[in-house]
């Protein structure tokens, strides 16, 4: 792994060539392209890129791109530093406090990440916009007693 400190770029460097038709370059060629109705269509590079819809703004997603980033930067750091054992033991530590946490949403606790999970990540300092907003504000809340009979499967 290279040691990147910012992540790479999702866009492409660089497009792939296609050959249009001959009267005008740059436009598809559907009789030279071999789309029959018997036939699949051939496996060839387009000229537009997928577009996928995002019901999130780009920074977001650079952002998370950037804390994987970081994240994979400081696992490396210390494989490097103390062998494969450390970063190996931090990973059990996440998953274990994001598999073993429950915190009831009627005593104000929502969705957002731990804070066991935010102090293994070194992330104790920050605040984010989950831990100000909740999403659930407008939502009638569970009584306290019904939430724990369903986490635990007593609800009869």
Known sequence: MALRIVP???????????????????????????LSLSAPP???????????????????ARLSRWRAQQDGLKMELLRRQFGIAEPVKRGMEMSIVQAGEWRPTSLGFGGGASVH???????????????VYTGSEMRET???????????????
């Open 8 to 34: 790479s770029a999702p866009h492409p460097t660089a497009t792939p060539t296609s050959i249009g038709a001959p009267s005008a370059p740059g436009v598809h060629d559907t009789l030279r392209a071999n």
């Open 42 to 60: 051939p496996k060839a590079a387009s000229l537009s890129t997928s577009t996928t819809t995002q019901s999130f703004h780009p920074l977001e």
């Open 117 to 131: 999970a935010d102090i293994l990540a070194g992330r104790d300092t920050e605040l984010d916009w989950e831990d």
């Open 142 to 156: 569970v009584d306290f007693h019904v939430e724990m009979e369903g986490h635990f499967g007593m609800a009869w």
